[in-house]
């Protein structure tokens, strides 16, 4: 398992890109992903995988988190059942 300071910089790390990527998806969505000059057409991102890696970081920050909180220890190693 990974310590706390290296899950504490990738969840910085992820979060930066994730802001990234909203910012880059909003500019696709007001119109900036592709423009035409003269007969050359350039095109910036494709919004769909855009909103894919939206979607996998903020799955990873979220798992970062409950990391980071302490929720994804175990309580328990197992269970005995005994029947007296």
Same mark, same amino acid.
């Given at each position: 398992?990974?310590?706390?300071?290296?899950?504490?910089?990738?969840?910085?790390?992820?979060?930066?890109? #994730? +802001?990234?990527?909203?910012?880059?998806?909003? !500019?696709? &969505?007001? /119109?900036?992903?592709?423009?035409?000059?003269?007969?050359?057409?350039?095109?910036?991102?494709?919004?769909?995988?855009?909103?894919?890696?939206?979607?996998? #970081? +903020?799955?990873?920050?979220?798992?970062?988190? !409950?990391? &980071?909180? /302490?929720?994804?220890?175990?309580?328990?190693?197992?269970?005995?059942?005994?029947?007296?």
């Amino acid at each position: 398992m990974a310590s706390v300071t290296v899950v504490r910089r990738r969840f910085e790390r992820n979060v930066e890109r #994730l +802001e990234l990527y909203y910012e880059a998806e909003r !500019a696709i &969505l007001d /119109g900036a992903q592709s423009y035409t000059i003269g007969t050359r057409t350039l095109t910036r991102a494709d919004l769909g995988k855009v909103q894919d890696m939206i979607a996998t #970081l +903020e799955s990873k920050v979220a798992e970062d988190e !409950a990391t &980071l909180a /302490g929720g994804s220890r175990r309580k328990s190693v197992g269970v005995y059942l005994r029947d007296w």
